[in-house]
């Protein structure tokens, strides 16, 4: 075990990194959360100030607070964001860089995934972005060649008694090490930055005391890193319904894939509402059924009641939706890395706490082996079926009888003693979630660091190649783990043959990156009661003008047409799974808008795709959104579906005001909306003081803030 250098400073720990990789830097830092950006930004400015020296990042998801553009803008956003991310928080040099294509020379940054659209205009990002999926980044960084990784990590304990976590991210950096090993490379430079907010996270993030992983720890309290949390969206009539719709395909029992935004939230509150106040839940169905064949699929695939046995998850983010789904007694149903035991408890032969019997039952289903060896015993105490202090030997355990417990358990006799000391005992190993990489609000990160005992047991986090595929020589354990999974991701347009389009515009440019959807479309296909359901609202906003999210075709595509499966819009869900073109292109018209079907059959004819003189049936029509919010009005004013589920980052005053900005900005963005702004201004209505104050709008003291106060207030009105 390698000695572990204790640093207090960022120049020394640079001084470090560039005398352990020379020349070029090849750097890896984890996506998201992990980066320790003050590190970071000492080695780009270093190298940035030293042409002799070359620095090429690899990562993903580089966050970086939002920077709000015009007046109105910064007028509201800058008190949020300095509430919300503080004075000091420090943003990656090379993003902004990369933004104003500004990067020196020497340095390059290729990422995998971006932050979603912050890139669109930059040439250096967009040239030097790597499409990947995630469960290959490791394969590729060690044929680039990193040579050292840098990433925050949680600490327990001080000096020799320390334990280290790689908390929220230990996605990618063991199975880069473990890969560079097998590949008989240079291992590269570890560096660990304690940060004191990140949570000490189980699974494969707790790497002990360290010592085969990091060759440095850096821990400078007096600069800390507050963990880049997302603010809390608010969920509309458009995402509610696509929740709803898609909550009815998740079987109790099963499996969970979620992700983070407006569609996961609303996914996550409606089965909430499943779960706690089912009546109002189906009642909320039925409202929204309009012949697109929900209840026929949820029929079939998924459900409608409560969630009994609960469910189980597997993803690669862990977000605020899980935290919420465990709080509630959903996310509960447990799963061991043990085929035997797991199948015992599938099928109910066993549960999680023994009783008399239990012996025998194990024994006959095969969790229990003929006779016990020292590796079976271990194996036993490992799964909690034998105490701790069980040692193989002779005498196995002691009995109630004053007797023991012998090593054959073919023996009627032996078996029943074992019976009877097993008996009460709790099974351990656990698991309710697994996932990759965390990202979510205050709320989460908070939550996450208070887990204790089986919550903090039952969570474990995993490297990426654990969560995103099926691991090579335990297929049939995890299939049996991850039953009836439901995956759900998001994207942006899906074409009426049924690809997807989810990480970049028609031009090629980058919008965000794979990830891991491919990973898990292709999982849903591998497992055998699996399914992968891709959400998307039904249409956009282009420049002021209404626009189809779904297309005849697209200049290219995340997901081919061939893995399609299942499709959700407000409008319903599009099962599109072993079916013909012609099938998928009519299940596609009926979750498609009202205003675009025409087109969209127009299309299909002229490619044979379906008959001439297809007809839309009726129903179909009602695919509005005017028709959307009077079937959901009702339920909105009873409080069922809120505008902020799960809490909001934002006061009052500034919900108040996100509507009417939002208004603005609409009706801006087109000259046909320009006299509605007219009409804002020469007669705003009443006049909501406080949130003119708010946008140091109260006392205008120009003709410019006269106007904008006017326009503000209009705005409010008509977001009333």
Request: neutral net charge; glycine residues 10%; aromatic residues 6%.
């Amino acid at each position: 075990m390698q000695r572990i250098t204790q640093l207090g400073s960022i120049d020394a720990c640079v001084d470090r990194i560039l005398d352990a990789c020379g020349q070029a830097v090849v750097l890896a830092a984890p996506l998201g959360l992990g980066k320790p950006n003050r590190l970071i930004n000492a080695v780009y400015r270093r190298i940035a100030a030293d042409p002799a020296r070359r620095l090429t990042i690899h990562t993903a998801l580089s966050l970086d607070p939002p920077k709000p553009g015009g007046d109105l803008e910064r007028r509201f956003a800058d008190p949020f964001l300095l509430r919300q991310f503080g004075s000091d928080y420090p943003a990656l040099d090379y993003v902004a860089a990369m933004q104003a294509d500004a990067l020196p020379g020497n340095i390059r940054v290729h990422e995998f995934y971006f932050q979603s659209g912050t890139m669109l205009r930059s040439r250096q990002a967009q040239r030097d972005y790597a499409s990947l999926n995630y469960s290959v980044v490791a394969r590729d960084l060690v044929d680039a060649g990193v040579n050292v990784i840098v990433q925050l990590v949680a600490r327990r304990g001080q000096g020799e008694q320390a334990r280290y976590s790689l908390g929220c991210n230990p996605d990618v950096t063991l199975d880069l090490i473990d890969r560079t090993r097998e590949a008989g490379m240079p291992l590269p430079f570890v560096v660990g930055v304690v940060n004191e907010d990140m949570p000490f996270l189980g699974g494969d993030a707790d790497v002990g005391d360290g010592g085969q992983l990091f060759d440095v720890i850096l821990d400078v309290p007096a600069q800390p890193q507050r963990l880049f949390a997302v603010p809390r969206e608010d969920v509309d009539d458009v995402e509610y319904a696509i929740g709803l719709h898609a909550s009815t395909l998740v079987r109790d029992g099963g499996t969970l894939q979620i992700g983070i935004g407006a569609l996961s939230d609303a996914l996550v509150e409606a089965l909430l509402l499943r779960q706690k106040q089912n009546n109002d839940y189906v009642a909320i169905l039925d409202a929204l059924r309009n012949g697109a064949g929900a209840p026929t699929v949820a029929a079939r695939i998924g459900g409608l009641g409560s969630f009994d046995r609960g469910l189980y998850g597997s993803s690669e983010m862990v977000m605020d939706g899980f935290m919420h789904l465990r709080r509630a007694g959903i996310l509960k149903r447990k799963v061991h890395d043990d085929l035997k035991l797991q199948q015992a408890l599938d099928r109910g032969v066993i549960g999680h706490v023994l009783v008399a019997g239990d012996a025998q039952r194990l024994r006959d289903c095969g969790v229990l082996p003929r006779r016990l060896d020292a590796e079976a015993v271990a194996r036993l105490v490992r799964l909690g079926i034998l105490p701790d202090s069980t040692r193989f030997g002779d005498d196995l355990l002691p009995s109630t009888d004053g007797g023991s417990v012998g090593l054959d358990l073919d023996d009627a006799v032996i078996l029943a003693r074992l019976d009877d000391a097993i008996r009460g005992r709790a099974l351990r190993g656990g698991r309710y979630l697994q996932g990759g990489f965390c990202l979510g609000s205050s709320e989460l990160y908070t939550w996450l660091a208070q887990l204790d005992g089986e919550d903090h047991e039952g969570l474990a986090m995993c490297r990426i190649s654990e969560v995103n595929l099926l691991q090579r020589g335990a297929e049939e354990l995890a299939a049996v783990q991850r039953r009836d999974a439901r995956f759900f991701n998001t994207c942006m347009i899906a074409t009426a043959l049924g690809a997807a389009v989810s990480d970049a515009v028609d031009d090629g440019r980058v919008v965000s990156g794979v990830g891991g959807q491919y990973n898990f479309v292709a999982m849903a296909h591998a497992l055998e009661d699996a399914r992968s359901i891709l959400m998307l609202r039904a249409t956009r906003r282009e420049h002021g003008v209404l626009a189809s999210n779904i297309r005849w075709n697209y200049a290219h595509a995340t997901i081919p047409r061939h893995l399609r499966d299942i499709y959700v819009t407000e409008y319903g869900v599009a099962d599109l799974r072993g079916k013909t073109d012609e099938q998928c292109v009519i299940a596609m018209l009926a979750i498609t808008d009202a205003a675009f079907q025409g087109s969209l059959v127009d299309e299909a004819i002229r490619a044979r795709k379906l008959p001439a003189g297809f007809i839309v049936p009726g129903d179909w029509s009602r695919n509005t959104r005017s028709a959307l919010k009077a079937r959901l009005e009702p339920y909105r004013k009873r409080g069922l579906l809120p505008d902020f589920p799960f809490g909001s980052d934002f006061d009052a005053v500034e919900r108040r005001l996100l509507p009417a900005l939002t208004w603005l900005k609409t009706a801006s963005s087109s000259a046909r909306h320009w006299p509605r702004l007219a009409a804002a201004v020469i007669a705003p209505g009443i006049v909501d003081r406080e949130a003119l104050a708010r946008m140091g709008l109260d006392r205008p003291q120009s003709v410019r803030e006269r106007i904008l106060a006017r326009l503000v207030s209009g705005a409010l009105n008509r977001a009333r």
